[in-house]
Structures are given as C-alpha cells and as structure tokens.
C-alpha cells in the first residue's frame, strides 16, 4: 500500500512559476513509477509527467514539454513538478500518482492516486 499527499499549490499570475511535491509512504514506494496528472474544470483528467523508479527517464505531455520539469528524491519519497512560464490553461488540480511504469502511467494505468492540489493561473 502506498499513501501519496500532495503540497504546494496556490494562486499564481500567467507567466510566473511553482513547484508542488508529492511525499509517499509504503515500503514500495521506491519501486513504483510517479507521476503528475492534472484535471482542469468540466475536462477529464490528463496526464502531465512522469519519471521512472530510477529518475533515469522523464516524459511530458506537449502541453507542458519545455515548461515543466519533474524530478523525484527516493531518499524523501517525494517527487516535485517545477512548473514555470504558468498559463491560464495550466489551472487545475493536481494529482500525484503511482504506476507499474511509466509506460502504464502515461496510458492512464495507475494503482495509486493522491487526493490532489489545486493551482490556480490567473492571467
């Protein structure tokens, strides 16, 4: 089992940067694929990052390819979204979550969900 608790969201203007962290819990969290989806108002759910057990690899959507960059520190069992040049568009909440790969979690296959942040871009 593994607990994920995301932190770090907020109110920010078009243009500027935040970074959020996820903090997980469980033996297994260092196994596990993480990543970022977010889910803007009356739109489902997307994928936004991800970074596999070993932070060898990265992927990013294009909506946020350039802007943003994940990263993960095992020693915390943490990851982080650094997100900059933010955009009205970029609103939304947050979730962190936990896959098999990073291959299953950019498909959408995740075995654990945090309960999200909120970041709100105002232009």
């Known amino acids: 089992q593994v607990q994920l608790v995301e932190s770090g969201g907020g109110l920010v203007q078009a243009g500027g940067s935040l970074r959020i962290s996820c903090r997980g819990s469980g033996r297994s969290f260092v196994s596990f694929a993480m990543g970022w989806f977010r889910q803007a108002p009356g739109k489902e759910r997307e994928f936004v990052a991800a970074i596999t057990w070993s932070s060898i690899s990265t992927y990013y959507s294009d909506s946020v390819k350039d802007r943003f960059t994940i990263s993960r520190d095992s020693a915390k069992s943490a990851i982080y979204l650094e997100m900059n040049s933010l955009k009205p568009e970029d609103t939304a909440v947050y979730y962190c979550?936990?896959?098999?790969?990073?291959?299953?979690?950019?498909?959408?296959?995740?075995?654990?969900w945090g309960e999200g942040t909120l970041v709100n871009v105002s232009s």
């Open positions: 979550a936990a896959g098999r790969s990073t291959t299953v979690l950019k498909a959408g296959g995740v075995d654990y």
